[in-house]
């Protein structure tokens, strides 16, 4: 009886000791597999790091839209509005880091709320975060859309940094490379009585009076008579950056 019950025991300890070179051999093959070494840890540390240095990807629509935003506006100029776009995002980013609103500079209303927000959220919580070495990859048109009263065109960045976030008291951590994306909308009223309720805060004036101008399709202003272009960069406003 009692060999019986060693004999047992011994079948299942040998099979639980197949068992587990099984599951070894097979996670080690799975490794070998995806990563290019035996061990699956190290290989998921590796995929981090690369993770740290390989740029994300954008959602790279710049061939479709822009034809269409061409027809619409046939003024609008794809590297003039690029270029703003990324100077605006680093401008921006120059400002939470410093909590200094000066950093902005020729900014919309709108944006100039968002980063102020931003800046007294983060005094109130007493956050600081540092942005470094700001290198930006790619940039593309990612969607254009025609709307009730306004269209927008959305461009995304592939952005890559140093960064660290740390609260009062804390010590300033070790900067960490990061990869990221960011949007930026750009919004052109048609008209200010057909924009959402949530969009009627964005100001549009008459660039030689100030008056409120309703319909920028319009060839003159109401009030003062003065000729309004058609589509200009004015004309246009970086509404909103986001971190996508």
């Not at 190290?42 to 061939?63: D, N, Y």
């Not at 003039?80 to 000066?102: G, T």
Request: hydrophobic share 35%; aromatic share 8%.
């Amino acid at each position: 009886m009692k060999e019986g019950i060693l004999t047992g025991l011994l079948v299942l300890m040998t099979g639980a000791g197949i068992g587990v070179f099984y599951i070894r051999w097979k996670l080690r093959r799975i490794s070998r597999a995806a990563f290019g070494t035996d061990s699956l840890i190290e290989g998921i540390k590796k995929q981090g790091e690369l993770a740290e240095e390989r740029p994300k990807s954008v959602s790279a629509m710049t061939r479709l839209c822009l034809p269409r935003i061409i027809r619409d506006f046939p003024e609008f100029s794809y590297e003039e509005f690029r270029q703003k776009s990324e100077n605006q995002l680093k401008e921006a980013l120059a400002a939470v880091e410093s909590q200094d609103m000066a950093c902005l500079k020729n900014a919309s209303p709108d944006l100039r709320d968002q980063i102020r927000l931003r800046i007294e959220d983060d005094k109130r919580q007493g956050v600081r975060v540092k942005f470094q070495n700001i290198r930006i990859h790619q940039s593309a048109i990612s969607r254009y859309e025609k709307g009730a009263g306004c269209c927008t065109v959305v461009f995304q960045s592939a952005v890559e940094y140093r960064y660290a976030r740390w609260e009062k008291g804390e010590e300033e951590p070790e900067l960490k490379k990061k990869q990221t994306r960011y949007d930026m909308e750009w919004v052109y009223v048609q008209d200010v009585e057909k924009l959402p309720e949530t969009m009627k805060v964005i100001g549009v004036n008459c660039p030689n009076c100030g008056a409120p101008l309703r319909n920028l399709g319009a060839k003159f202003c109401e009030y003062c008579g003065l000729a309004v272009e058609t589509i200009n960069i004015r004309a246009w406003s970086l509404y909103h950056i986001k971190e996508n």
